[in-house]
């Protein structure tokens, strides 16, 4: 990044660390995205006197950001609900990229002087996917149908996968000069299988050390930052698809986590991933912002009102795609297949327009328009590189500001929220805690009566969990919207947290009478955590 000095260039990520974090709790102060506030402040910043200037090296985004945060994306999304939307999941995150990319390349030489095709395919291919992290952070403040969060979760995974290897057929066609349809196919069949290939196996030997080695959660956490690195730089080494290597990985490794890691390794994992993909997250977006007043500076012979023109037509033409792209993407096979109608409720007009709107640019088309080389291989400046640079910038932020700006006022006018076709959240997990109650109460009964009957220790296990059974019986009747019933749920709630309180005090006594040793403390105050962790996850 900048600069030279070593302090000095620690002591600037330090500083934007803490900006960001000031930046992300102002903006939930004034109830906006956080990608979106850290883009603006981030061009805010870029103006104030004084600052260093900052330049983004690719690479950096592409080796150091890309992989965790693909990984955690990969590790967080449900197989489940991947697979059974995977019709939609795939015309968004395959046939959306591609036609995007190829309407983008048709009309961007039309529109700008001096572009070619090849030219206009490599820009497409940067704008063409939409990010995740910005879509989901706008929809976590407001009610959506899971259904669009999964779309919108496993089109992300794919998405940047294919848009990247249109950025580089088209790229190399602009260094060469040359483009063959047969061999670019036979290429992307090539580059995308061995890359979920290499993915896959060696998601396949980190699952072997963390199921067969002496581990510890430490151990397993870290092993969890160095698999997402590893599968991207072997699949880069061969020339395949780091991101798809990533993406099936991840995919893998999520799927069996169940089977390799215990509580204490998930708990402290989840903690670590969670604060390590939110500081990626957002040093990415603010370092958005900081990069815009540079690109501007390197337009050359384009004024800045044609390049901002240019800029806006592409940002309405890539928008207007989307929501055209959307409406025969979830209408025509619904009237070609009679099983598609028996298996899906109609997603109705409302989820083509928001999942159409939700289509924000972000991070990967950042480092694709940053990693387009300066020069061609002949020693002449790469023709429209500040163009396609500064074009790029506007897009993302367009389509970030302007409809991240605008998604929640859509989603409340579309009345999405109120098409949710599954049980309500909190009525689910109501209902597994059940199940595992009364599983676990009938094995008890089965396999352990004399150890009830005459062990006190097992014979209080056995009340606790049939009070706890009940308990959830109890809570799930109160989700019936009986007002009493509720009432009373919410001041269970409250005397809960308040026995909480209390007993946290008595800890920060204990503490001070140095009776009891400082490890035991910690674990019991660890189960406090958890408790109220519980609590506030319950509907209230």
């Known amino acids: 990044m900048l600069p030279d000095n070593l302090h000095a260039t620690i002591l600037l990520i330090l500083g934007l660390l803490l900006a960001m974090l000031l930046l992300v709790m102002l903006g939930q102060k004034l109830r906006i995205s956080y990608p979106i506030f850290l883009v603006l402040a981030g061009l805010a910043l870029s103006f104030v006197p004084g600052l260093p200037r900052v330049v983004i090296d690719p690479d950096l985004?592409?080796?150091i950001f890309l992989p965790p945060l693909l990984y955690q994306a990969a590790w967080e999304t449900s197989w489940k609900d991947f697979w059974r939307w995977k019709r939609p999941i795939l015309l968004l995150a395959l046939g959306l990229v591609f036609f995007t990319s190829t309407l983008v390349a048709y009309a961007s030489r039309r529109l700008i002087p001096g572009f070619t095709l090849p030219l206009g395919f490599l820009l497409g291919g940067i704008i063409s996917p939409p990010d995740a992290v910005a879509a989901t952070s706008v929809l976590r403040g407001v009610q959506v149908p899971r259904r669009i969060t999964s779309i919108l979760e496993g089109e992300s995974l794919i998405n940047d996968a294919s848009s990247l290897i249109v950025f580089r057929f088209a790229l190399a066609t602009v260094l060469s000069g040359t483009f063959v349809w047969q061999e670019a196919i036979s290429s992307f069949l090539l580059v995308s299988g061995m890359g979920v290939v290499v993915g896959l196996v060696m998601a396949h030997g980190f699952y072997?050390?963390?199921?067969?080695l002496p581990t510890t959660p430490s151990i397993n956490t870290v092993l969890t930052f160095i698999a997402p690195y590893g599968m991207y730089l072997v699949a880069e080494e061969f020339h395949f698809s780091g991101v798809l290597a990533v993406v099936s990985g991840g995919l893998l490794m999520s799927f069996r986590s169940h089977r390799v890691f215990d509580a204490d390794t998930r708990l402290q994992a989840?903690?670590?991933?969670a604060s390590v993909g939110f500081a990626l997250n957002g040093l990415v977006f603010i370092l958005i912002g900081l990069e815009l007043p540079q690109v501007v500076e390197g337009l050359g012979s384009y004024s800045l009102p044609q390049a901002i023109t240019y800029g806006l037509l592409i940002?309405?033409?890539?928008?207007?795609?989307?929501?055209?792209?959307?409406?025969?993407?979830a209408f025509v096979p619904r009237w070609l297949s009679a099983g598609i109608r028996r298996r899906e409720t109609s997603p109705g007009w409302q989820g083509p327009v928001v999942i159409g709107w939700a289509g924000m640019r972000g991070v990967?088309?950042?480092?694709?328009?940053?990693?387009v080389p300066l020069l061609l291989a002949d020693g002449q400046a790469f023709p429209q590189r500040n163009l396609i640079l500064f074009i790029t910038f506007v897009v993302i932020l367009v389509t970030l500001v302007f409809q991240g700006l605008t998604l929640p006022l859509v989603i409340r006018l579309s009345g999405v929220g109120q098409l949710e076709e599954h049980i309500p959240a909190e009525e689910q997990e109501a209902g597994i805690r059940l199940r595992l109650r009364r599983v676990a109460l009938a094995y008890m009964a089965e396999h352990y009566t004399a150890d009830v009957q005459h062990n006190e220790l097992i014979r209080a296990l056995q009340q606790r969990m049939q009070a706890e059974a009940q308990r959830t019986g109890n809570l799930l009747e109160a989700l019936d919207y009986d007002e009493t019933k509720r009432q009373a749920l919410q001041r269970y709630h409250q005397v809960l947290l308040q026995v909480?309180?209390?007993?946290?005090?008595?800890?920060?006594?204990?503490?001070?009478?140095?009776?009891?040793?400082?490890?035991?403390?910690?674990?019991?105050?660890a189960q406090l955590d958890l408790d109220e962790a519980k609590i506030s996850h319950m509907p209230h």
């Open 315 to 329: 940002s309405a033409l890539v928008i207007l795609i989307r929501l055209l792209w959307l409406f025969p993407a």
């Open 208 to 212: 072997l050390m963390h199921r067969y």
């Open 364 to 371: 990967v088309s950042l480092a694709s328009a940053l990693s």
């Open 270 to 273: 989840n903690s670590v991933w």
């Open 500 to 525: 909480l309180r209390v007993q946290r005090e008595e800890l920060f006594v204990l503490r001070r009478e140095d009776v009891f040793d400082e490890e035991m403390l910690r674990h019991q105050e």
């Open 61 to 63: 985004i592409f080796l």
